[in-house]
């Protein structure tokens, strides 16, 4: 009879130590299942974010992929207009960046009816200022290189035209002078064999 009250007060014992573990561990299960609830919400928030992100990126590449594939096909305007719509929409970069430097390529080939346009370089600098990490920018480095030379050698060129103009000006009022010089050296060869004359 001891040994049975021994036996049920120690079962006694054990279970009351056992029930604060079970309510610990119901409660910290039901902490992790609300932490874990939060999360789940806030990460399917942030997957929302990203898949507007993503579906934009995944619309603005298609539009880049059907202005490569009009390159591709020898329909130039049609690639500038898609092209130049990409440029001026919303940046995103792996897509703006190849666009700008693609169009900048197409403005930079000059043509009988289209010389060489302003849009072109421009196009080039802004690459550079707002992709500087792009690879499309690093292509870009020695057209750019190329482009500044181009600038320069077309202001000397003004600057020789200007220089030139000038400088035939001046040659053309030179040779008046040297006209008028010449008809006076023969009036006075003129006069001088009058005078001769009138001393015999």
């Known amino acids: 009879m001891r040994g049975l009250l021994t036996l049920l007060l120690a079962a006694a014992l054990l279970a009351g130590c056992a029930t604060p573990k079970r309510l610990e561990t119901t409660s910290t299960a039901s902490t992790s299942t609300s932490t874990s609830t939060a999360s789940t919400s806030t990460a399917s928030a942030g997957t929302k974010g990203t898949g507007a992100g993503f579906l934009q990126r995944y619309a603005v590449s298609k539009k880049l992929e059907h202005a490569v594939d009009k390159l591709e096909k020898g329909d130039l305007a049609g690639a500038v207009k898609d092209l ?80 030139n103009h000038s400088l035939g000006r001046e040659l053309k009022e030179s040779n008046q002078v040297i006209k008028e010089l010449n008809l006076v050296i023969k009036q006075l060869k003129n006069l001088d064999v009058e005078l001769e004359q009138k001393v015999r």
Request: charged share 25%.
């Open 84 to 163: 130049n719509a990409l440029c001026r929409g919303q940046a995103v970069p792996g897509v703006t960046d190849e666009a700008l430097f693609r169009l900048a390529l197409l403005s930079l080939r000059p043509s009988v009816e289209k010389p060489l346009s302003g849009q072109g370089p421009q196009l080039l600098k802004r690459l550079r200022r707002e992709y500087p990490a792009s690879p499309w920018t690093l292509q870009a480095a020695p057209l750019i290189e190329l482009v500044d030379v181009a600038d320069e050698l077309r202001q000397q060129n003004r600057s020789l035209r200007a220089s």
